[in-house]
């Protein structure tokens, strides 16, 4: 067995346990942190395949645009999850995880030339090429729905937690139009 195949089954069991504990944590926040966490080892077993297209894009739009945008809606959404006094709790999690992270980053980086998952005849094919033409030519209105669901759910993340009932200072336009000089200023006089 190569040092790639043991890199593989490293970065697939990482996977596995993450998962598991993405669906067993209790806070909505670290599930996301963990999906994150997920995304990016998954992106990096792409690269080992030999789809570095699909993992940039898993890594830019997942993690980079549509978990930012859940990690938004989840932290305005339930506030009560994120009250936490102590600031340095998770630090020593954070820091095997990033350590994790950036490990395997390095491996790949330093192994990535004698690819030996992929043969010969696919290294040959520009995939970003074939990705891209097929995206735009075959499934052009399948990425038109998918942007416009995308499109809708920040819509409905924003509408659900739009408040009117918020002391807020809004404009009036009527009144404003409708004052008078005796209403712009009110002068009062000292009774001494």
Known sequence: MNFLNLLFYFIASVVLVSSVLMITVNKTVNAALLLVFIFFNMAIIWLLLGAEFLGIVL?????????VLFLFVVMMLAKQ????NSKNKYFITSAIISTIMF????????????NQFVSDKFIQIDNTLLIGSSLFTNYIIAFEVASVILLVSIIAAI???YDTKRKVLRQNISNQVGTKKQDRIKIIKDLK
């Open 103 to 114: 490990v395997e980053l390095y491996l790949i980086i330093n192994t990535l030339n004698d």
């Open 59 to 67: 890594v830019l739009v997942y993690v980079g645009a549509v978990l």
């Open 81 to 84: 999850d994120l009250v936490d």
């Open 159 to 161: 509408a659900i937690t």
